[in-house]
Nanobody, 116 residues
Framework: QVQLVESGGGLVQAGGSLRLSCAAS????????MGWFRQVPGKQREWVAA???????NYADSVKGRFTISRDNAKNTVLLQMNNLEPEDTAVYYC??????????WGQGTQVTVSS
């Protein structure tokens, strides 16, 4: 089992920045990929960004150029640097991990609120 704990959410004004952290209970080298998702009430969960075991990165169009996903292997941590935040970025952000092809492990989420 892999346990994931998110942190770093909070309240920020539009144009500001936040950095989310996801600490994994297992070495991220044993995880095929890790990703960030977000969800607002009444809407479907949205994929935001992912990073693979070999370091390939992918982003949703809505955050491309503003968000950066990275990893700290020594700390078994995946980060999401969020810059130039917009009110539309307001959501609960979830970290997820996949040991194979599909995401099977999830954190409990951290709230990000961007005021206009």
């Amino acid at each position: 089992q892999v346990q994931l704990v998110e942190s770093g959410g909070g309240l920020v004004q539009a144009g500001g920045s936040l950095r989310l952290s996801c600490a994994a209970s297992a070495s991220i080298f044993s995880i095929n990929k890790m990703g960030w998702f977000r969800q607002v009430p009444g809407k479907q969960r949205e994929w935001v960004a992912a990073i693979t075991r070999v370091g390939m990165r992918n982003y949703a169009d809505s955050v491309k150029g503003r968000f950066t996903i990275s990893r700290d292997n020594a700390k078994n941590t995946v980060l999401l640097q969020m810059n130039n935040l917009e009110p539309e970025d307001t959501a609960v952000y979830y970290c997820s991990a996949a040991t194979a092809a599909l995401y099977e492990y999830w954190g409990q989420g951290t709230q990000v609120t961007v005021s206009s």
